[in-house]
């Protein structure tokens, strides 16, 4: 904090107006943080980071804020985050849902259990479009969105969960041996 005084001495008005800016925003996620970090518990069946809030609609706005201080502050200009990782069975409450992700995505063409993977990924593509906003609001040194600064990559490890291994197998392998 000495530092930042020394250099906010040293600003004229609009840098010091986004100084400020950041300052602020940063203590906001900092105080999520703590709010989160007394309020975090293990979810039932994962092994959860330490201090991480159990739930994830809690956690994820705050991993969202981060990157995006961090894009801001040129802090870094290469990230990931991620959602859930592969083969995650956690329950979709945010969602409606109390099955977990990766039992429902082997659905044996089953058209309720369909709709309610249609249903997470609806719920995946919506963080995606908050996190969307937020970077087109967040402005570059430029002036222009980090948005528009940025290449963004969205993505899943989920292939189809409702094939078989050997399907899958079947599938992969005249590939893989044509490309020798």
Do not use: C
């Not at 990931?80 to 659905?107: I, K, M, P, Q, V």
């Amino acid at each position: 904090m000495e530092d930042t005084r020394i250099v906010e001495g040293q600003m004229n008005g609009r840098d010091r107006q986004k100084l400020d800016q950041y300052l602020t925003r940063r203590a906001e996620v900092e105080q999520r943080i703590e709010r989160a970090e007394k309020n975090a518990g293990p979810q039932p069946g994962h092994a959860d980071p330490l201090g991480h809030p159990a739930e994830f609609r809690r956690a994820h706005p705050v991993d969202v804020d981060m990157l995006v201080l961090a894009f801001q502050t040129d802090s870094t200009r290469i990230a990931t985050l991620l959602l859930a990782g592969e083969g995650s069975n956690r329950t979709f409450t945010e969602a409606g849902l109390s099955e977990g992700h990766h039992n429902l995505t082997h659905h044996k063409n089953d058209p309720e259990t369909i709709a309610k993977v249609a249903r997470i990924d609806l719920w995946y593509a919506q963080q995606l479009g908050k996190f969307l906003e937020k970077m087109e609001a967040a402005k570059d040194l430029d002036g222009r969105s980090l948005l528009h600064n940025s290449m963004i990559l969205y993505g899943s490890g989920n292939a189809d969960g409702n094939r078989t291994p050997t399907t899958i197998f079947r599938s992969w392998w005249p590939v893989r041996a044509a490309a020798g």
